[in-house]
């Protein structure tokens, strides 16, 4: 069982609210991400890190912004949500293997279920 | 354009029984393949990592299976179990960056009936 955790499980909450999407990981890994995924769709790569103060956006546009002030922790923000936020948001980490041909594993929270009203 | 196509969509199975999941990609230059196993509700985890010069592998009662020459991978599941019941995505794996971007399928949803 990975050590990264997601908070809240399960978010309702109306239109033009701030919200913030907590992630932690307790495995030292450098490398953390967040992905949207709808029902039956492909995970979409949205935001990623490379280690503290390194934050990217990823594949996928997002109204979203992300932090990384400490390793273990990779919040993401939404300053007014919409009804288009509505989504799964999975958090992820890996940490960097030296030796490996392609990316290092990357471990999975258990996502976020957010619905904006 | 990369993509990661699998099939069947879903599938439902009896308990005991056998299936296997494929996966079709055209990623390119390939680096690995990776399936993952989703439970409703949850985050994906790794169940298995294929590299080019890897042709099988693994992990209890799951095998995986590579042909790179025709990009094609697939999962066997054997005597399947009520737990098996889940979403299994195959992720691929390219060379083009630093970050190493991942592709992945939308997933095979297999039921497994008691």
């Known amino acids: 069982e990975a050590d990264i955790y997601q908070t809240p499980r399960y978010l309702v909450i109306g239109t033009g609210k701030k919200i913030t999407l907590e992630c932690s990981q307790t495995?030292?890994?450098?490398?953390m991400y967040w992905y949207q995924q709808d029902p039956g769709m492909e995970l979409h790569l949205i935001h990623y890190?490379?280690?503290?103060?390194?934050?990217e956006k990823g594949d996928l546009s997002s109204e979203s912004t992300v932090s990384r002030i400490r390793t273990e922790h990779f919040p993401l923000t939404l300053e007014s949500a919409r009804p288009s936020h509505t989504s799964q948001y999975l958090c992820?980490?890996?940490?960097?293997?030296?030796?490996?041909?392609?990316?290092?594993?990357?471990?999975f929270g258990p996502g976020t279920r957010l619905t904006v009203l | 354009k990369n993509q990661v196509e699998q099939s069947p969509q879903s599938l439902i199975i009896l308990e005991g029984k056998n299936c296997t999941l494929q996966?079709?990609?055209?990623?390119?230059?390939?680096?690995?393949l990776r399936w993952y196993k989703q439970d409703t509700g949850r985050g994906p985890v790794s169940l298995t990592i294929?590299?080019?010069?890897?042709n099988t592998k693994s992990n209890g009662r799951y095998t995986a299976t590579l042909d790179a020459d025709t990009k094609q991978s697939s999962l066997h599941i054997t005597a399947s179990q009520l737990s098996d019941s889940a979403s299994y995505i195959c992720?691929?794996?390219?060379?083009?960056?630093?970050?190493?971007?991942?592709?992945f399928g939308r997933g095979t949803q297999l039921t497994v009936w008691p």
């Open positions: 992820a980490s890996s940490k960097t293997s030296g030796g490996s041909p392609g990316p290092d594993t990357q471990y």
């Open positions: 495995m030292g890994h450098d490398k």
């Open positions: 890190s490379y280690g503290v103060n390194s934050t």
């Open positions: 996966c079709n990609y055209t990623v390119s230059p390939f680096s690995n």
């Open positions: 294929m590299t080019f010069s890897e």
């Open positions: 992720v691929v794996s390219d060379r083009g960056s630093t970050l190493g971007r991942l592709y």
